[in-house]
């Protein structure tokens, strides 16, 4: 039997009706995710349409890999890359084996890079973009634009100012031209067999500037420590939820011995962390980002040091001067200015029961801030 599908038409069809991912499971029909769900292709065609065959999963796939890409998936059952369809869109691209059958995920990334204004980034995350030194983390789960933040920020340096950018990606998600900054992208298992080695050897090429794809192991996060302590300023993700899982993250991947010495070395070169999660814009015709900041002032560092980082929540919601605010805070405001439902920010949040009352606050503020207007009209 033929193969129902092609995959450069799947791959448009991901751009046009503006899913995020697309994944090809054997025995299924195609699933995209549009606005953070996952919805098969019946579903948003309104007909009937075929499985995929089992046979065809890997044929369709292996339409983006090379000859080289495609023998490293047969002897790892698992392979990252890139694809771009020229006019279309870039593609992250994931194979993995599962019960005996080839799977496809794929990511859709623009060709347009997203600018900080356009983003709404909190005034303070930019400015965190401003440093010459030190670390800076974008968290937050799969799926919640970490990848679109960190690609405005390092644009925003790139138009800004003149400084060596180095990123080391797994693999090139955003690519980025030479505006005012030189930049050179470097793709694990393409240009280089380690973020730890690829790291080492970033020290040696004049950089200014270093993103970090992921910061997934031991020697990954401590070269990134080191890079920043030497200087330079860096840029990295994790997989946590908000500031404090984040230091804590960190500090509990090293071995009890040396965990100290990394709060002193933590304290002394984190700028801060932004942590994001994405949700529906109230419309349901586009998605937006609610962001965490904590900006590492010396009562922050402080608590770091002497291994108090429960504390640090505390600052957050009380430090709005320094440019911090709280994942609950920043969902109340996008309550408040009917950006997004209530409901979605309640799913969204890791305290409903605080955030409710927050809404609350926020929504007496407003009703006080229009009669006040009013009664200046009047008068």
Do not use: W
């Not at 904590?294 to 608590?303: E, G, P, Q, Y």
């Amino acid at each position: 039997m033929a193969a129902a599908y092609k995959m450069f038409d799947l791959l448009r069809y991901m751009v046009q009706i503006k899913a995020s991912d697309l994944i090809l499971k054997a025995g299924r029909p195609p699933l995209f995710r549009v606005l953070g769900d996952l919805i098969p292709l019946e579903q948003i065609m309104m007909r009937k349409v075929p499985p995929i065959e089992h046979d065809d999963v890997k044929p369709l796939g292996y339409t983006l890999l090379r000859e080289d890409q495609i023998q490293r998936f047969e002897q790892e059952m698992e392979l990252d890359c890139s694809y771009e369809l020229p006019g279309v869109s870039r593609y992250r691209v994931n194979f993995f084996q599962q019960r005996g059958h080839t799977g496809v995920a794929i990511r859709a990334i623009p060709f347009e890079i997203m600018s900080v204004e356009a983003l709404a980034l909190p005034k303070a995350v930019v400015q965190m973009a401003n440093r010459p030194r030190g670390m800076v983390l974008v968290t937050g789960p799969t799926g919640s634009g970490k990848s679109t933040t960190l690609a405005a920020l390092v644009n925003h340096i790139n138009s800004t100012r003149a400084e060596h950018i180095i990123t080391i990606e797994d693999p090139v998600e955003f690519v980025h031209e030479d505006i005012e900054s030189l930049v050179n992208q470097r793709e694990l298992g393409e240009d280089t067999h380690s973020f730890a080695n690829s790291l080492k050897s970033a020290l040696r090429e004049d950089p200014d500037v270093i993103l970090i794809g992921e910061m997934r192991d031991l020697e990954t996060i401590e070269m990134a420590i080191t890079s920043a302590e030497t200087g330079h300023l860096v840029f990295g993700t994790l997989h946590t939820t908000d500031a404090i899982q984040t230091v804590d993250r960190i500090i509990d991947v090293f071995p009890v011995y040396q965990q100290q010495q990394i709060r002193l070395q933590l304290a002394a070169n984190l700028v801060g962390v932004v942590s994001q999660t994405l949700l529906k814009r109230s419309d349901e015709k586009s998605r937006v980002a609610a962001y965490e900041v904590m900006v590492c002032t010396n009562a922050v560092r402080s608590l770091i040091r002497e291994g108090k980082s429960h504390q640090v929540a505390s600052l957050i919601s009380v430090g709005s001067r320094h440019g911090m605010q709280t994942l609950n805070q920043d969902l109340a405001r996008l309550v408040a200015e009917e950006v997004c439902n209530r409901l979605d920010a309640m799913d969204k949040s890791p305290y409903p029961d605080e955030l409710d009352s927050l809404i609350e606050q926020a929504a007496e503020d407003r009703r006080k801030a229009q009669a006040e207007e009013a009664r200046r009209r009047r008068h």
